[in-house]
């Protein structure tokens, strides 16, 4: 580390080697600046003050003596966490910082105003305690920020403040229960040239996915104006979820999720009044826009993996967007601290035992369940009055709330998205969390018994009643391997991300009608004939696809990016996506599908798969799917995904439907694409060999395929007793089928329920030679276990 002065140091002077002299905050800025900014990271210029101008403040006004006895008060009871912060606070603010100390800052400040070419910049003043940003431990938002500063006597004012802010009582709090020394940390102070974010936007970026830790993509999260309010979690962000190994395919933009947040606040500069910012509503215009241009959201999550990369490690990171000049920044770089310090490849499932109805939705963290009393706080002032063990449920959170946030069995906010204060802090604690429910404080009343889950994926529900749940360790290092090539079925894109831990070989099911009621909600034709739907439905229609450009772009940008981030976890191996397989009932559900459904005695035998795609009546709609998956492939980048037509009665209409394919730009074979056949009714297997001349591999459904065999309807109660996959006559279609693919020199693998539910099912897949078995994720290592002792037994 090279000195400015005895108290001042420039960041490209320093780097993380100098942790203890400017803490992890600063050193981590330095290290950016002497290693990244060479490979095209932008970090604004600044300097820091050293731990050593820290101390040499507290030695020339003497005040530690007097600060650790209020802290040796506090310890022992006799003064509340309160009393102790406030005093210990004015004892600081009552100090004067050194002459020399404060003449370097001055004259540094000046210097950095040559450097940017702006008489008395703006800066914002950071903390830079000597103990945060540790592997284990976060410290997030436990010192204060003051943005905006501009001019000698507010920088001066400002780093008093922040020395101060050593001592909140969120930060003494935060330390006892880490076991830090309060008075072995010192405080570097940062002096940054502040980024015009107020006039644009700014954001948080994961360079892991921070509920699963799956560590192949990188997560931002934006909001117009300065970055506190994301932090804060005082405002709903937009999401962007970019799949980092395709970050280097030419051509490809990864970005496999783009949510838009509500946004309805923004931080932005004051004018006089005494604070340096304020928070205003954001126009409307900007709500329902995006902060973030793909080629922005592509650029950031480059710059995240190239910190990544540097650091050996996830880290946390910090950007803002200059409104003056359009270029974006890094601001802060610190260790992610959660998903990465956990030991092991182990994880716990949790799964409710009874079905049930949410009252509330939001962002899921933990990856847990909790059931309690809520209990609803609207200000941190009222804390006092929380019982342990209680959910609590809140606007947003800052760090004021941490003492009771530790103490909850689970919590429930209004607002804030996956990186927001409240989130961080309650992954940390191992709380599970739904964020940013909308109204959870006007819903909830005060004592209600309620249950939350976080263990669904990316969404989290709330409950009413205390729900009986179960919950299961999996080890997926103690699982033996297997010949046979097992898969995963993954049912929709929010739990995708859960199961990645599995030693899969690939998704063997994803089902596209999922994705379509899940994330989509529309039937295909009345996004593109919304005028054929009723006036309800057309309202539900234009507010759904309001930030898009019509409604074949809101299906295609959707359904392309629900599709890619199902590809995502087991990438590069193999994603089998089946084409929509609707019912006509079902397709009538969704909004508008009343108007283009016709009315079936037996729609699970009627107008569904295969039969849809040529049709005059949803051919418009099959080109849409197809655009998605033509999107997913050349424009995301998920070569990986296989295509698979269901329900196909005849060859000849398997070559409608191919003949259709390719008319929209999905021709069998080019660029790699491969196209499979579900296996699932009888004329498959007693043609298989004609099939198997116009498709790359057959997938057995062995739902269909026993129903249509045993003349078994599959949703009867009353005949529930004789659907079995296991009667002899299902099983000898299969023996038949696999036999024949063989003999054609195609794949064959199997996708339903059966393997997944019955052990002796698997074992007569194995002896038939399958090439695959694709499992449900919950009986994935149960399921495992019989396979690997079924080939054992073969040799």
Known sequence: MIRTSPGVVWFDQIGMEDVGSVGGKNASLGEMVRKLTQSGVRVPAGFATTADAYREFMADNGIEPAMQERIGCYQSGRIALEQAGIEIRELILSARLPDRLARDICAAYDQLAGRVGVKDPSVAVRSSATAEDLPDASFAGQQETFLNIRGHRALLDACLNCFASLFTDRAISYREAKGFDHFSVALSIGIQQMVRSDLAGSGVIFTIDTETGFPHVAVISAAWGLGETVVQGSVDPDKYVVFKPLLATEGACPIIEKTCGAKAVRMIYAHGGGKNTRIVATRQSQRSRFVLNEAEIVELAQWALLVEKHYGRPM???WAKDGESGLIYLVQARPETVQSGRSGAAFRTYRLKTKAQPILAGAAVGGAIASGKACVLRDAADIARFPDGAILVTGNTDPDWVPVMKRAAGIVTDHGGSTSHAAIVSRELGVPAVIGTGHATALLKEGQPITLSSAGGEQGFVYDGLLDFESEEIDPGSLPATRTQVMVNIAEPASAFQWWRLPARGVGLARMEFIINTLIKVHPMALLHPERTGAADRRKIHELIKD????????????????????????????IVRLSDFKTNEYAHLIGGSAFEPCEENPMLGFRGASRYYHERYREGFALECRALKRVRDVIGFANVIIMVPFCRTPAEADLVLAAMADNGLRRGERGLQIYMMCEIPSNVVLATEFAGRFDGFSIGSNDLTQLVLGVDRDSEFLAALFDERDEAVKIMIGDVIAKAHAAGIKIGICGQGPSDHA?????????????????????????RTIAQAEAGEG
């Open 548 to 575: 898009h450009a019509d409604g074949a772009d809101y299906f295609v940008d959707l359904l392309s990016r629900g599709i890619a981030r199902l590809a995502a976890p087991y990438y590069p191996h193999p994603a």
């Open 316 to 318: 946390d990171l910090e």
């Open 760 to 784: 002796d099912f698997a074992e007569f897949l194995v002896e038939q030679g399958i090439d695959s078995i694709s499992l449900n994720p919950d009986s994935f290592a149960k399921a495992v």
